[in-house]
């Protein structure tokens, strides 16, 4: 008797919780700004409205429909890649003929998420594209990659002092 005495209490004991009537909503967020781009662009247009949410540091404002932009001298962007097999680091730019005379032949330096890819040496100015495929194991899908495009000897304007890297159209992952 005394077992189902204790046992009684026990249960009428534990079973003392009292539980919230009701539970506050979730906190409310406002939606992130600009749309995703579309699942298989990969590359970063210089005239794409969007253009502005891939930009790191060292990319000039622009409006949108402008083909290009100045660069400062580290230009990166952020890129989600949809893939990490077979992709190649593709950038297309331009070497101000005006600016290649203050600063003579230049070295580009191309890297993915602070690994080295390639260093170009340009002893001419114009339009150039570069080109060159990324080890799998430096990208990855759930997260956006970084890609830096560095100069080592930009521009220096003779009115104001500010530097300026090259022209940049277009970078980012082509299949």
Request: charged fraction near 20%; charge should be negative; include cysteine.
């Amino acid at each position: 008797m005394s077992r189902i005495v204790f046992i009684l209490a026990f249960v009428f004991l534990s079973s003392c919780e009292r539980y919230p009537d009701s539970y506050p909503p979730p906190e409310q967020r406002q939606p992130a700004e600009g749309g995703n781009p579309p699942p298989f662009s990969m590359m970063v247009e210089m005239s794409s409205p969007d253009a502005d949410l891939h930009i790191v540091k060292d990319v000039e404002p622009g409006s949108t429909g402008d083909y290009w932009r100045w660069t400062g001298q580290q230009p990166t962007v952020r890129v989600l890649a949809v893939t990490t097999d077979k992709l190649k680091l593709s950038c297309d730019f331009a070497l101000w003929d005006t600016a290649f005379k203050q600063t003579g032949p230049v070295e580009l330096s191309f890297f993915i998420n602070d690994h080295l890819l390639d260093k170009v040496r340009y002893t001419s100015p114009g339009t150039k594209h570069f080109e060159k495929p990324v080890p799998p194991g430096w990208l990855n899908t759930d997260v956006e990659t970084t890609v830096t495009a560095s100069i080592d000897k930009p521009y220096t304007a003779p009115q104001d002092g500010k530097k300026f890297g090259f022209i940049l159209v277009r970078i980012g992952f082509v299949p």
